[in-house]
Nanobody, 125 residues
Framework: VQLQASGGGLVQAGDSLRLSCAASGWRVGNYNMGWFRQAPGQEREFVAGINRSGGSTDYGDSVKGRFTISKSNLKNTVWLQMNSLKPEDTAVYFC???????????????????WGQGTLVTVSS
């Protein structure tokens, strides 16, 4: 039972990047999923979330309009499309899953029980 995040890298400001989060041993369709990020010396920050069916999404204020979360329950994968990247987006990005109901604090990293290993995104100016 694990999550495998990938797709990070070094890009320039204004570029796009797509992160993937593949689940194994369980079904993403049974859980709400989230992307978080953590920059050095900072707390883990909510980036985006998507509910079990994929019909509802939520975003952190700093990424609204630039990032898009999506999922395929058939492929058992969650993606984070990141456009118009800024240097302040530089962080390690984590995907995670929670059984908590969608309306109950989905932005709180404490409600997520399974975490991927993280993938580093570096945006140069």
């Amino acid at each position: 039972v694990q999550l495998q995040a990938s797709g990070g890298g070094l890009v320039q400001a204004g570029d796009s990047l797509r992160l993937s989060c593949a689940a194994s041993g369980w079904r993403v369709g049974n859980y709400n999923m989230g992307w978080f990020r953590q920059a050095p010396g900072q707390e883990r920050e909510f980036v985006a979330g998507i509910n079990r069916s994929g019909g509802s999404t939520d975003y952190g204020d700093s990424v609204k309009g630039r990032f898009t979360i999506s999922k395929s329950n058939l492929k058992n994968t969650v993606w984070l499309q990141m456009n118009s990247l800024k240097p302040e987006d530089t962080a390690v990005y984590f995907c995670a899953s929670t059984a908590r109901i969608w309306s109950a604090g989905i932005t709180d990293p404490g409600v997520y029980s399974l975490w991927g290993q993280g993938t580093l995104v570096t945006v140069s100016s």
